[in-house]
């Protein structure tokens, strides 16, 4: 694991299939302040790490050195509720769906739940309908 946020940024960014010049339109910083972030010089100030999370670098392990789970943490209380939504929601459809399509509605539902930590039906029926 690299030891410095410098080091941690570059892997990043190398996971990410970045290049430095590329942070610009990521994060609206020149190349010679990301030498400086990578470098360890200077660090990065919150709406520059804000910047990279909108665009799937893991802040996490950026600050910590430790990787976050990936999609974060699961809620399993919630997950069987959205579960219980979507099995509602796909008994009263006209067709049956197959298991692909199924775990993406899945995922879709929790992650827009997972925001306010509750399932919306609307939500549901409308992802259904979309699916269908």
Do not use: C, W
Request: cysteine-free; proline content about 3%; overall charge neutral.
């Amino acid at each position: 694991m690299p030891e410095t946020f410098g080091a941690r940024l570059i892997a990043e960014r190398e996971r990410m299939g970045l290049a430095q010049g590329d942070m610009k339109a990521i994060a609206g910083v020149s190349r010679r302040t990301q030498f400086n972030y990578e470098q360890s010089v200077r660090l990065p100030d919150v709406s520059y790490l804000a910047a990279l999370a909108t665009h799937g670098f893991d802040i996490g392990y950026l600050v910590t050195g430790k990787r976050s789970p990936h999609g974060g943490v699961v809620n399993e209380t919630l997950l069987r509720n959205v579960f219980v939504a979507v099995e509602s929601a796909l008994s009263n459809a006209s067709h049956s769906i197959d298991v692909e399509k199924k775990s993406k509605l899945v995922a879709l539902v929790y992650q827009t739940s997972a925001e306010n930590g509750q399932v919306d039906p609307l939500v549901v029926r409308k992802a259904v309908d979309l699916i269908s």
